[in-house]
């Protein structure tokens, strides 16, 4: 019976772990393409910050030569009226995201408007804008709330600008507004690239919804309305620049992975969300490839099991069969252990293995009372370079990098590892400050040799790195991570003096550095 009950719990306990194996490995691939989502939604979310950013730059340097040409025929008295409308029409025409332009008194009433062929004659004292600019001469560009247009009977955004006039007397304003059908293309300068149930929410800081981008095209039906939610009320109440939350849309009820971006120098705020449903579809094909792989080793497993306990007689060969399916699923265990220490892109070990081994030399190192040496890489200007070239260029310049490292290094005591992003980690067990040091500057010109192009960088347009390493010889009180945080101040100082150097201090104290002149046309080398 007992032997019975083994044929029968043994089966179950592999196939136990076969799914607990496989759930872990397809939660790990979720998490991974969500944090892709929110990569992505960080992508677009600082592009298209950017560009609005620049948009109402634009409106406010049109406001400002508007109010030059406004307040000197004002004060001047040598232009005629129709000279100073023809100037603000010249000045909407650069800008196509205004709908009109105009000016007024400092009783609000219209002096000049530029709008079609048609002048209206209405006042705006009563408006918020208006008011605002009137108390305070340092307001600079006032951008109202949503409001509807008492001409166009559409939905816009006023910018408005006072100007003084030469006894310093508030002299009226001049507005512009902006349609907000269509806006946000237009100030996002045909930027917005989105699928499906992507959203893109631009709101001012009263929360009132400026522009809603979803599905393909503007929603139109909240404009003007407040939009909050627990994760955005926190935001604005900490004043927070950037920040990135998964939530179900309070509108929609759609789950999105967004981020959030003020709008630098602005009262507006800006939210992408990339929805995760759209984000899980590769994941969820290789789920389903997944489970049929599963699906097919418990088969053979539950096989296995049946076919002993239906014949002792075929007993050995049957456990030489269950040990054979075992001893496959420890080498595909060890294979996929081997895979979770390294790094996917440049071969390297990955952070997870560093800890490892340098748990392991710093313990050694303070055994037999040894230095250890440890070395933060930083590639120079490198998010410059995968604006310039490409992200794809840019995991070709990591392997280059990963590629050069640990060919400059010795085989079996030093360690290389990629820490993260453009940065790279080095183990040097044994080594003494100025040997460290040799080793870790002739990386640097080794690399500089490559001659990589990069014409944003400023050591004659080649990739670069800079390198901050300590020393230590471990003694009670001391740490690891200590080490490491000094490693780190000292790659920060090489960055701070100029970049394409070593930084260092050795296990004595003494400074170790070379500093490298942008101009010098052998590289440093």
């Known amino acids: 019976?007992?032997?019975?009950?083994?044929?029968?719990?043994?089966?179950?306990?592999?196939?136990?772990?076969?799914?607990?194996?496989?759930?872990?490995?397809?939660?790990?691939?979720?998490?991974?393409?969500?944090?892709?989502?929110?990569?992505?939604?960080?992508d677009i979310g600082s592009t298209l910050a950017s560009s609005i950013g620049g948009s109402f730059q634009n409106i406010d340097l049109t406001l400002l030569a508007a109010s030059d040409h406004v307040r000197d025929w004002y004060v001047l008295k040598n232009k005629k009226p129709a000279e100073v409308l023809a100037s603000l029409q010249e000045l909407q025409s650069r800008v196509p995201s205004l709908a009109l332009l105009r000016s007024t008194d400092a009783n609000g009433n219209l002096v000049f408007a530029v709008e079609g062929d048609q002048v209206e004659k209405i006042n705006v004292a009563d408006r918020s804008y208006f008011q605002q600019l009137k108390k305070n001469p340092n307001a600079g560009m006032v951008i109202s709330e949503p409001v509807m247009?008492?001409?166009?009977?559409?939905?816009?955004?006023?910018?408005?600008?006072?100007?003084?006039?030469?006894?310093?007397?508030?002299g009226g304003i001049v507005y512009a507004s902006v349609l907000l059908d269509g806006v946000?293309?237009?100030?996002?300068?045909?930027?917005?690239?989105?699928?499906?149930?992507?959203?893109?929410?631009?709101?001012?800081?009263?929360?009132?919804?400026?522009?809603?981008?979803?599905?393909?095209?503007?929603?139109?039906s909240i404009m003007g309305q407040k939009i909050s939610s627990p994760n955005l009320d926190e935001f604005d109440r900490s004043r927070s620049e950037l920040g990135f939350y998964v939530a179900r849309s309070v509108i929609d009820q759609v789950q999105r992975s967004y981020y959030y971006q003020r709008i630098a120098g602005r009262p507006l705020n800006l939210v992408v969300g990339i929805s995760i449903k759209k984000a899980l579809i590769e994941w969820q094909e290789e789920s389903r490839k997944a489970w049929s792989m599963a699906g097919a080793l418990i088969s053979v497993i539950?096989?296995?099991?049946?076919?002993?306990?239906?014949?002792?007689?075929?007993?050995?060969?049957?456990?030489?069969?269950?040990?054979?399916?075992?001893?496959?699923?420890?080498?595909?265990?060890?294979?996929?252990?081997?895979?979770?220490?390294?790094?996917?892109?440049?071969?390297?070990?990955?952070?997870?293995?560093f800890d490892e081994v340098s748990a392991h030399e710093w313990l050694r190192a303070q055994r037999k009372q040894e230095p250890l040496t440890v070395a933060m890489v930083d590639v120079d200007?490198?998010?410059?370079?995968?604006?310039?070239?490409?992200?794809?260029?840019?995991?070709?310049?990591?392997?280059?990098?990963?590629?050069?490292?640990?060919?400059?290094?010795?085989?079996?005591?030093?360690?290389?590892?990629?820490?993260?992003?453009?940065?790279?980690?080095?183990?040097?067990?044994?080594?003494?400050?100025?040997?460290?040091?040799?080793?870790?500057?002739?990386?640097?010109?080794?690399?500089?040799?490559?001659?990589?192009?990069?014409?944003?960088?400023?050591?004659?347009?080649?990739?670069?790195f800079s390198v901050g390493f300590a020393v230590m010889v471990p003694q009670p009180g001391k740490t690891l991570i200590e080490l490491i945080e000094q490693a780190d101040q000292n790659l920060y100082m090489a960055k701070r003096k100029g970049k394409n150097q070593v930084y260092g201090i050795g296990e004595d104290g003494q400074v170790l550095s070379s500093y490298v002149d942008p101009l010098d046309q052998t590289y440093g080398v």
Request: a positive charge; charged letters at 25%; aromatic letters at 8%.
């Open 184 to 220: 946000a293309d237009r100030l996002a300068g045909g930027k917005i690239r989105l699928n499906g149930d992507d959203v893109i929410l631009l709101r001012d800081d009263q929360q009132n919804v400026v522009v809603r981008f979803v599905n393909g095209k503007q929603d139109l």
């Open 302 to 353: 539950i096989f296995s099991a049946y076919l002993i306990y239906r014949s002792k007689l075929r007993q050995l060969h049957a456990i030489e069969e269950l040990q054979n399916t075992q001893i496959a699923l420890e080498k595909s265990n060890l294979e996929l252990a081997r895979l979770s220490t390294t790094d996917s892109l440049t071969g390297l070990a990955n952070r997870r293995k």
């Open 1 to 42: 019976m007992l032997s019975l009950a083994l044929h029968i719990v043994v089966p179950l306990l592999l196939i136990g772990l076969v799914i607990a194996f496989q759930i872990n490995q397809l939660e790990e691939g979720r998490a991974l393409h969500i944090e892709r989502s929110r990569m992505n939604a960080q």
């Open 149 to 170: 247009g008492r001409i166009t009977k559409k939905w816009v955004l006023i910018c408005a600008r006072r100007f003084n006039l030469s006894n310093g007397e508030f």
């Open 381 to 464: 200007f490198f998010k410059i370079y995968n604006d310039l070239y490409g992200h794809q260029a840019g995991d070709q310049c990591l392997k280059l990098v990963a590629k050069t490292l640990s060919a400059g290094l010795r085989d079996g005591s030093d360690f290389v590892a990629r820490y993260g992003g453009e940065e790279f980690i080095i183990l040097l067990p044994g080594q003494h400050g100025e040997g460290a040091y040799d080793v870790l500057d002739r990386l640097r010109r080794d690399i500089a040799e490559m001659k990589l192009a990069h014409s944003g960088s400023k050591f004659l347009s080649v990739i670069t």
